[in-house]
């Protein structure tokens, strides 16, 4: 019954779905924030060729789009 539920509470506000993939992007992001504090993830430096470039370039593009989305 919990399944059938949840399946119309999906079809009944389909914006339900994109609040959960938020969240998971929100709770995957204050996770590598709390690996970034204990510094067992890299900080971004400078760029040692245009192919570091380009990924530090998409991976900032693409998180400032994800954040910028409305619900």
Do not use: W
Request: aromatic share 8%.
């Amino acid at each position: 019954m919990v399944k059938q539920t949840n399946q119309y509470h999906l079809n009944e506000y389909p914006s339900c779905s994109i609040r959960e993939d938020i969240g998971d992007y929100v709770a995957h992001l204050q996770f590598h924030m709390t690996l970034q504090a204990r510094n067992l993830v890299p900080t971004l430096t400078n760029a040692k060729n245009s192919r570091e470039q380009l990924l530090q370039q998409t991976q900032a593009l693409f998180e400032k789009q994800v954040s910028r989305q409305s619900l």
